[in-house]
């Protein structure tokens, strides 16, 4: 089984991210929960529970909340890499680096070519001046290292993830990570503790 893991970039501090999610509902009225983490002097990575349904359905939410671009990030059994952009509660970009994926679990041989591999879309989300050929480079599937390669393309959609992350100048490491081994104790490299940040109610 490859790696699964869901979480949501923001291009906005950290420290004021969290004083806003803490107490902050979603539908319905069940408080936010999960961890947060800053991933650059702008940025900070919220990491959900639930890692395809809480990534996807709270980045729109988010964007409204923290006044800032939101991504949310998927990553399917280390086969499908799922990116979108929303801003202002709107989803204005969606990159999907296996198209069909979901629907026919095991065609990893199978992938066509990834849809929505426009670097331009992520540039709100950068940390910095953005290589826009390299970018667009990894999001067509061509991996930085020739190790991550299987038929010249990503053999795991988390290195490509990681890479995408990276390529934004962002801390990559701590973006390649979900909420189930944040609560198993898995810090990213790189990561000190007191940096990683708990908000709402967390299980015992």
Known sequence: MGAFYGNVL??????????LLAGAARAGGVLLRGYAMPVGPLHTAIFPPE??????????????????ATLSAYVQDSVALDLRVFVEGEERHRFDSCPGYGEA????????????????????????????LVLGSVLRGVPLDPDDAEDGRYLFADAQHHDVMEALGLDAHRLSTGFALLARGYLPEGLPPQELRVFGSLPG
């Open 10 to 19: 923001v291009a906005r501090e950290c420290a004021e991210v969290v004083p």
């Open 51 to 68: 890692p395809e349904r809480d990534a996807i359905e709270l980045a729109g939410p988010l964007s409204v909340l923290l006044g800032a």
């Open 105 to 132: 679990v095991g065609a990893r041989l199978a992938c066509p070519d990834p849809v929505g591999a426009d670097p331009d879309a992520f540039l709100p989300l950068a940390a910095g001046p953005v290589d826009r």
